[in-house]
């Protein structure tokens, strides 16, 4: 099995996943059924992307259940969105600074958005103390 946080996903592979995800685990059926109405694809595609998925070793088979066989995520949603991240930060040169300008410019970072990554900093950083003192003691 690869490891992780080297398995690529597609975008299609990526919503299957995120059924996979909400729902622990599924048929093909219950996948197909767990997919936007609108953009759902034929029962025999996500039967293949499943497949592909299960290569790469993003699913596992837990069980059968008559003729059905029950699917559950082999990876975590942490570890592909960590990939999806690190991808899209090598896109823009290694820079954070540059996708946020970017997210900017786009209009898809709101003030309410930077006043969670403030939160999160903020956080993190009280985190980071609690440790230091810890150590200290």
């Not at 490891?3 to 048929?27: F, N, P």
């Not at 197909?32 to 998925?53: D, M, Y």
């Not at 930060?89 to 930077?114: C, T, W, Y």
């Amino acid at each position: 099995m690869q490891k992780q946080s080297s398995v690529k996903l597609t975008q299609l592979e990526l919503k299957v996943m995120d059924v996979l995800w909400r729902l622990g685990q599924a048929t093909v059926r219950e996948v197909k059924e767990g997919l936007h109405k609108s953009q759902s694809p034929a029962f025999t595609t996500v039967q293949t992307i499943i497949r592909r998925l299960e290569q790469k070793g993003a699913v596992r088979q837990v069980k059968k259940v008559g003729n059905a066989i029950v699917f559950a995520p082999a990876i975590t949603q942490r570890a592909a969105h960590s990939r999806l991240v690190n991808e899209l930060l090598a896109f823009f040169g290694g820079s954070a600074r540059k996708v946020l300008a970017h997210l900017i410019e786009a209009g898809k970072l709101q003030m309410e958005d930077v006043r969670e990554i403030q939160r999160m900093f903020d956080s993190e950083n009280s985190d980071i103390e609690m440790r230091q003192r810890r150590k200290g003691s």
